[in-house]
């Protein structure tokens, strides 16, 4: 019987299960539901014969590993199984952990980041093993509790069971498939280096009309900003630029045949123009290639809008979320910064890079593993894939992919454009979850027929 | 008997009509409490035998006029019977509308702006009646109720009211005494230009991965008003500085005998340094004689500290609050403002002005109303009065002193540096409030020996 019918045949029985693992509210800050739900996988991965362990961290929730199949060749599979926030609870249309699907559409907290596609994975190894039996190579599920909070541990994680955890290829969490339905696969991810600049300089907030003679903590704020970031994005700091990898005339060619729909983007964001009235090739190479200097948020003052009270503010603070991209790193990043800062003067400002910091990561596009997922795309969707170097996001991809040295591949996965990842009502369509289940089988059959 | 006898005599009588007053929480938005206070002075002027009238003004709370005394020569006195917001709460160390003294000192809402004032210099028209009779001018009393939220209606009224308020002198709401309990006597104030800057530009917030193509409209505004103030303090908005009229040979004469304590304001600052390096007479001109362009506050994205959102914000708002001295116009300036922005670009930037805006003012020293101020404070106070050209605050003095023509001042009152105005704990010293009577008594006494 073909994998899709298959697939089709059990719908209920693997709906059945994202819905069990969409109702645990696997939420940071409970430590109950996240075990909860570390146990349901370990159950799970016992069903299908896949004994599995707790890998340990201080402080971060346990990560799960369970290893199927067997051969010399192994594959890291990374999924998380903690999920966003459910605020503003109110703009959900149904409780965020009591899944429902209306119309077809699968709707919980976590349907599309990541129990979607994790629960998929699960269920091709279910398919896989009815059909074919354990798989001719070593199959490693590390499924973590800590990404929606930044994987402050990952790395430590990672390093410390390198062993075990060390593959030829990884498949990261699933990417998605776009809005003309093409299946994205993508083979890196942007760093980040997150930091708050703050401005004192004043004991106390004073009476605006003592402006006259205070210095404005604000303004010197705003100062030190402008120094950083031209208007048309170019970032200032200086150095910022000195380890960015240019895109090759490969990439380029990569770029080429991504789709970018500029009038549709625009009309998206209600924007006349791009960051540096770029169109074109350019803007699909500055969207993949180009870091950038963000500012996420900046306070000082009395704030309430259309009300006015007059005071010199003691403090401003603004906060910077500078996307990297392959080879800049984010300390490297922040020591310029402060370097920048320094030689104009403004030593008094403060940096806090306590926060998120992920370096970028770009991995080869021909591992055995990368071709695995193209190939079963190409197989498995009407729409040929959309294959881009890099999410512009960020994830913790950086310790798997480059500390052990793992050629990693993001594939297709539930997530769609209007999938509401990280918002209200949250959802994946039902059809996207069992193509997903089938698609899994078959990168995974694909990997067992391939060379590295 | 000595006026001081008198009034140490009936110190308990005037501290309780100051409880009285203290006790009405005549707040913005307590309308019952406003007209509560109205009627209390009403009832307090008709026992001095000062028939009095409401100002009547769509949407202000009614101010008070009485009018005492007879005679060609008028002289107008203003204050204001509502009192500032009591937030937060929870920093009083007694209910702010139960008046208490502790020590000496009288504690309540309202104590030292405006009530202190307002109440001894009732209370020294009663001691002056008992001790030579009805003044041998015209004594109008104006009392408004809006003062605290801007006074908005007030051009308004004094327009509608302009032959009712014709005098020869006014005396302004009391300035105070400074820390070291010299006199202060003020001939004018800086006005106020309160603006919000709008940057929008984006539909929706987004994620900040996308600021490497989606134009950021917290960038814009920092860029719009990098352009507006240099570090060293001056204004930079086109025109800014056309109108200001320098201080001239006398006004710095006036300003050298001024005290300006520098380590002192420097510590209490907690600054190293005044705005652009400024010492000595200097520092002082600036003082009173220099505009600003201060950010009273600014808001944008995600602001929690030390937490990270990876956000890129649909909008950010700034709130300038620019003190002007004369001749600068609030109107002309935000147009030049809006002007100076155009011409850079930045057409997008929305100017809100629909807050406060008060005109800048300057009275001669030498009217007889002026004169009579400064001859009572070198009477009745062992220190010198410092006497300066304007408040570096901001009140609704232009409609008396320049539309009405009213030669101005603004004598010592019962504010000290320590009396909380606008703050917790705000207070008045009980020996100051009975001293300002007697001073009350005693400048009333000299306007009546001086000609015009």
Known sequence: MPVKDVVAERADKYVGWLTEACSISSLAGSPDELERMAGWLEHRFEDLGAPSERLVFEGAPDAVLATIGDGPRRVLVYDHYDVQPVDPIELWNSNPFEPTVRDGIFYARGAADNKGDLVARIAALDVFHDLYGAPPFTLKFLVEGEEETGSKSFE???????AKLAADGCVWEGNGIDHKG????????KGLAYVELLSTGLKDDQHSSLAVVAPSPVWRLVEALSTLRAPDGRVLIDGFYDDVVPATDEDMEMLRALPFE???????LGVEAFVGGATGLEL????????TCNIAGIIAGF??????????????????????VPDQSPTDVVAKLRKHLD??????????SSMSMEHPVRCRTDSAIGRAAVAAANEMFSEEPAISPMMIGTGPMYPVARTLGIPTVSPAGVCRPDSNIHAPNENCRVDDFLRIIEYTVGWLRAYGNLDE
């Open 262 to 268: 500029e009038d549709a983007e625009r009309e998206r």
């Open 156 to 162: 430590g994680l990672v390093s410390r069971y390198a």
């Open 343 to 352: 030689e104009r003067g403004f030593t008094d400002i403060e940096i806090n």
């Open 303 to 324: 704030t309430v809008p259309g009300a006015s009270k007059t005071v010199l503010p003691r403090h401003a603070l603004a906060k910077l979320d500078m996307r990297l």
């Open 284 to 291: 699909v190479r500055r969207y993949f290639f180009e870091p």
């Open 182 to 189: 093409r299946p994205e696969i993508v083979f890196g991810a």
